[in-house]
């Protein structure tokens, strides 16, 4: 995403990874990106004299995130933002996760290796993220676990509400082709908040 918009879009792009490893291996196949390490929790210190057009939030990333965080975290949006500037947030359909009590996702199956993702849900509201790999022929112990993470999923109903309190006007898509979003059947949820 960073490649396309800084060397086909021609935008001046600054990205950020709390993995050290995916940045380094990002600036090994990006040029003209800033990249940096860091924890998303510290946009407004990182980048204190820097204003921005668009803020992009892509893969399920805002999810990591309690309800005080992510409130924190949109203020400091919000601040880094010119007045009309869009902050456009990617994540699951929770909606549809919690009302059909969705427990896996779809198997990843590929010649060499299996891939699970399961979700547990807890009686706090949060989701345990249970991912697992399974290796094709070996003799190895198979269904390996990778591991698990919480996640604070996200609800229409509670981004409207933090989104606008915050100063924020909202739209929601199902996809980034802007399809409406069907709150019972898309896969995605995709939001902009617009800086009003």
């Not at 070996?138 to 989104?163: A, H, R």
Request: glycine residues 4%; charged residues 25%; hydrophobic residues 40%.
């Amino acid at each position: 995403d960073s490649n396309y918009l800084a060397n086909k879009k021609n935008c001046t792009v600054r990205a950020l990874d709390f993995d050290p490893d995916m940045i380094k291996f990002a600036k090994s196949h990006v040029k003209n990106v800033d990249f940096k390490t860091m924890d998303m929790m510290n946009i407004g210190i990182e980048y204190k004299d820097i204003i921005f057009n668009y803020i992009i939030c892509l893969g399920n990333t805002i999810v990591h995130l309690k309800e005080e965080e992510l409130k924190k975290f949109l203020l400091q949006i919000r601040e880094k933002l010119i007045l009309n500037g869009k902050f456009i947030i990617q994540f699951l359909n929770y909606d549809k996760i919690k009302n059909k009590m969705i427990k896996e996702l779809p198997i990843i199956n590929t010649p060499n290796y299996i891939f699970k993702r399961k979700y547990e849900f807890l009686d706090n509201g949060s989701i345990k993220f249970i991912t697992s790999l399974e290796r094709k022929q070996t003799n190895d112990i198979n269904d390996n676990e990778l591991g698990n993470v919480l996640l604070y999923p996200i609800y229409t109903n509670k981004i409207n509400e933090i989104s606008t309190s915050l100063g924020f006007s909202i739209h929601h898509y199902g996809d980034f082709d802007f399809t409406e979003f069907d709150m019972e059947n898309s896969y995605f949820h995709i939001v902009t908040l617009t800086k009003i």
